[in-house]
């Protein structure tokens, strides 16, 4: 029988577990703190800007919300972003995707503190990451990690397919799969749109990790017997109900599923996680820059 990954509940016990290392800091007299810059109207954006705020409140940590119009200058957002860096109440930062066209990704990206670069995308960090030293795994990454480990599977000397070649999922997640490290030593392939024949790559994996945006990139005909799928997709498609849509992933999932020894939902797999982790990161950046001993999860 197919075991549908819970990432809501897999979340939870890690929260939980933040909590002792929440409680370590502020017995030291530090609380916390994530800042999240807003230089854009979209509402998603904004929900997920609420949704972390929650997650804040209810793990007992600090959350800020600055919010600047998208069409004020550059330098608005790079002057707010420095006086964040250099407040010592403030230990994470996340400049919410996406800016204004007039402002420069790449330096929005350099622009954080890499002490407080919480999304784990600062050249520095990156660099850390693949040099095997990660200050921050990316949150997305971190959690496919840790949804693994709990369903007690280790990528060690299995054959891994991630598909999808972006910054944010798909570069970092092979990389940490492959390092020589827990939760690592697979072997991976990385496929993206200009591969050819995808299924020949997924049908050889004992693990498939689809991060493209996609809908029904991956159907059960493209996966052998007891392969464990991780759907990283989320995407909008139209449905007969009060919002106009429902969400779906990169997968089939009703034929995966008829495949697969293990899966994830969407909703309710892989993005609850990649909150999740996001606290994770904003507890060990107050506590290296405190320098206060924190066991995390």
């Known amino acids: 029988m197919t075991d549908v990954i819970d990432g809501n509940a897999v ?3 890690i929260r939980d577990d933040l909590t002792d290392s929440v409680a370590t800091l502020k017995d030291a007299g530090v609380t916390p703190k994530l800042a ?3 230089m854009n109207d ?5 929900t997920y800007i609420s949704m972390k705020q929650r997650d804040c409140e209810e793990l007992g940590i600090g959350a800020e919300d600055v919010r600047i119009d998208p069409d004020a200058p550059a330098e608005e957002l790079f002057d707010t972003v420095a006086d964040l860096n250099a407040r010592e109440d403030v230990h994470g930062i996340l ?5 204004p066209d007039h402002v420069s990704d790449e330096r929005v990206l350099s622009a954080v503190d890499p002490a407080k670069d919480v999304d784990g995308f600062h050249p520095e960090n990156v660099g850390k990451l693949v040099g095997g030293n990660a200050r921050f795994k990316p949150c997305t990454p971190h959690g496919v990690q840790k949804l693994l480990e709990h369903e007690g599977v280790d990528p060690e000397g299995k054959d891994v397919v991630v598909v999808g070649r972006s910054n944010i999922v798909g570069k970092p997640l092979a990389n940490l799969l492959m390092q020589k490290a827990d939760g690592g030593n697979a072997t991976v392939t990385l496929c993206h749109s200009r591969t050819d024949d995808l299924a020949a790559h997924t049908r050889r994996a004992d693990i498939v990790i689809s991060a493209v945006g996609v ?5 059960g005909s493209m996966l052998s017997e007891d392969t464990v799928v991780i759907d990283v997709g989320i995407n909008r ?4 109900n009060d919002k106009g849509y429902r969400l779906t992933g990169d997968v089939d999932f009703e034929s995966a599923k008829e495949k697969a020894s293990a899966i994830t939902p969407v909703p309710g797999g892989v993005g609850p996680m990649t909150r999740a982790m ?8 107050a506590g290296e820059q405190a320098g206060v001993d924190v066991d995390l999860p």
């Open 278 to 285: 996001l606290l994770y990161n904003t507890v060990k950046a």
């Open 11 to 13: 979340a939870a016990s």
């Open 42 to 46: 979209k509402q998603a954006s904004e």
């Open 95 to 99: 400049v919410q995707d996406p800016t």
């Open 237 to 240: 498609v139209d449905a007969d």
């Open 36 to 38: 999240t810059v807003l």
């Open 215 to 219: 809908v029904d990139l991956v159907d």
